[in-house]
C-alpha cells in the first residue's frame, strides 16, 4: 500500500491550479431570479422508487442552480388526481408533472410507445430507440396538441407478471380468473377469458387476500413487498411481457418550456437524464433485494409464465397492436417507428447482451 | 385527426403563463466568468463512437453555462499520448481527461473495475453497483491517491469477442493462434496457449489482412467495420465475454475540480451522466445497422463462442481475479463489493431481463 501513499504526494500544479485560481467564488446562478414551478406526480409518496424520481429531479434541479430554480413536487391527489397530471399541465395548472404517459391511452394509444407497450422495448432499447431512433422527436411532435413537452426521466426496468393464489398450467387455468391488471395488457388477458378487475394500488392487497380477485400486477418485488401482496398470493410469475421496460417522464407545459432560456431548458433536460439513470439503478438494486428476500425468508414461489400461456398472450398483444396501428395514421408511424427499431435492435441483442444472459450467466 | 387539432387550441394560461412572465431574458450563467479547460482524450478521433462522447460532454457543458465553461478536447497524442491521459490529470498538465480506465491496470489492477472486468457486470449492472452499490465511492477513494475524481460519462455496453481468420472449433484451435487482445483477456487467452500480440488500432488491419495476426479483438460491429477488420477475417465471434460492459469516464484534477463552485460541479456532473446515456444508445443504434450490414451484404458469419472454449475462458478468469484480489486488500475490498453485487443482481436479472432475453425474444 506504500505505492499508494507515495503517489498522493504528486504534485496537483500547473494548469489545474491555474484553473482553481481562475473561478470566482460566487456560483454560476447568482445573477437569476428565483424560479419556483409545481410539479404534480401521477403516484402517491408510498411508491418511494416512482414518486421519488420526481423529488430527485428537484433536488437534481436546485443543485444545478444554487436553489434558484425550486420546483415544489406534489404527490397525486393534492393537486389534482393521479390520472389528470397530464390536464393539468395542459390547461397551465402547473408547469410540470412526473407520470408514466401509458395511464393516458384513454385519450389516444399513441401515448403508450412513450412509457412501453407489451412485448416491446427493453429499458435500453427505449433508450436507443428515444435517443437515436427518433422516438423523442415523434412523441414531441405528437404532444405538442397537448400543450406538452416530454422527457423521459425514469424507468423501472421490466416488470414483474404478477402474483397469483394458484399455479398456472394452461390456458385453461386463465379462463374466468379475476385478476387486477390495468391498460392494454388487461384488454389482451380479458381476450383470453380473464375476468379484468381495476382497482387502484391501496385495495389489491385486501381483495387479493379475501379472495374478491385471483392475481394482481403491480410493480416489482420491491413495491408489491410493500403493499404486502406476497402475503396475500405465494405465485410470482416473472415474465414481464406486458411491462418489458416503463418509462416515466416528466412532462412540461409548452408555454413554461418556451419561457426558459436555453441554458436553463439544457439544466432541465440534464437533470431528467440523470433521474433516468438514477432511478433504474436505484430499482434495480431494491428489486434485487427484495426478491432475494421474498423467495429465500417470505415462501414466494417465483417462476416464468407456461411458454404456452406466453405464445398466446404475445399472439393476441401482436394482433392488438397491429389492429390500433390500422386505424389511425399517426398512430402507425409511432408504431412502425418503434417496432422497426426493435427488429434491429433485437438481432443485435440476441448476439450481444442476450448471449451474456443466456450462455455466460447460466449455461456453461 | 380532428380531434388532435382541437386539442391544439386549448389554452396554456395559468400557472404556466404566471411562470413565463416571471423569467428574466437573460441566462442563467451571465454573471459567470468563463472558464477555459483542456480535456485529453485516450482516443483518436477515427474512434468516433467514443472519442465523440468527449465532444458531446463539451457541447452540453457549454450549453448547460451559456457558453461560459468550455472545455477543448484534444484527440489522443496531440497533447500526451492516450495511454499518458492519467497521468496528464494527475499531475495537472489538463484539467480533465476521457478515458478508459482499465488502461491502467498496469498502475494498479483496481483500475479495471471502474471500466470493467471479463465476465463481469453488465452495463445496466455496472451503472447500478456504481450509483447504488457503493462503486462511484469505492472509485473514488481509490483515485483520491492519483489527484482523479472520476465520473462516468459512457458506456459502449457489451463488446464482441473478436474476428478469427480460422472457424473456431475446440479449446486447441487457440493453440499458437496469433491474437491482438489487450489487457486482462489477453492474458486470459495466453494461458490457453494463444500467442498474444498488442497492436495500436492502426496497425490491427494490415496485420490481420496479411496474416501477421490470425484473430483480433477490437469494439464492436460498427467501430470495427470501420478498421475494415471484416475484410481481412470472416469469423466474428460474438460472446463478448472479455467485455460485458465498458465505461469511459471523465477524469478531473483533484484541485480542479474543488476550484469549482457546487453547482459547476453538478452542472459537471449532469453532463456526464447525460453523455453517458447518449453515447450507449450511439453505440446501440450504430451496432444495430453495422451488424445487420456485415452479416447481409459483407459475408461475415456471426457466431457465440464454442462453450467448450467459453467456460475453460470463465475459469481461468475468475481464477485470476481471486488471485489479483488476494494479493491486495483494497484490490480484495472492491473485488468483493462488485461481485457481491453481481451475485444478487445476476439472479435478479435471471427472472427480469434475461427471461425476456432467452424467453420472449426467441423461445416461443
Sequence with gaps: ?????????????????????????????????????????????????????????????????????????????????????????????????????YYFVGKDVTFGFDAGVPFGLTARQQNAWMQQGGGIQLMREFMADYNAVPFPAGNTGVQMGGWFRKELKTLDDLKGLKMRIPGLAGRVYAQLGV?????????????????????????????????????????LYTTGWHESSTVTELIVNKAAWDSLPPDLQEIVRAACGACQAISQAWCDATNTEALEDLITNQGVKAAPLPVEILAKLRDVTVQTLNDNAAKDPLVKKVHDSYMGFKKGWDKWAAISEGVYHSQIRGQI
Design 1 to 101: 500500500m506504500q505505492r499508494r501513499k507515495f503517489l498522493r504526494t504528486a504534485a496537483a500544479g500547473g494548469a489545474a491550479a491555474a484553473a482553481a485560481a481562475g473561478v470566482a467564488a460566487p456560483a454560476i446562478a447568482q445573477s437569476m431570479p428565483e424560479l419556483k414551478w409545481r410539479l404534480t406526480s401521477s403516484f402517491p409518496k408510498s411508491l418511494d422508487t416512482l414518486y421519488g424520481a420526481a423529488e430527485s429531479f428537484s433536488k437534481k434541479l436546485a443543485g444545478l442552480t444554487d436553489n434558484k430554480f425550486q420546483v415544489r413536487v406534489f404527490a397525486a391527489g393534492e393537486i389534482v388526481p393521479g390520472l389528470q397530471a397530464l390536464d393539468a399541465v395542459q390547461n397551465g395548472t402547473v408547469e410540470m408533472c412526473h407520470t408514466a404517459s
Design 195 to 235: 375476468d379484468v378487475k381495476l382497482l387502484p394500488a391501496g385495495e389489491i392487497f385486501p381483495a387479493l387476500e379475501r379472495g374478491v380477485i385471483d392475481a394482481a400486477e403491480f410493480v416489482g418485488p420491491y413495491q408489491d413487498r410493500r403493499l404486502g401482496l406476497h402475503k396475500a398470493a405465494k405465485y
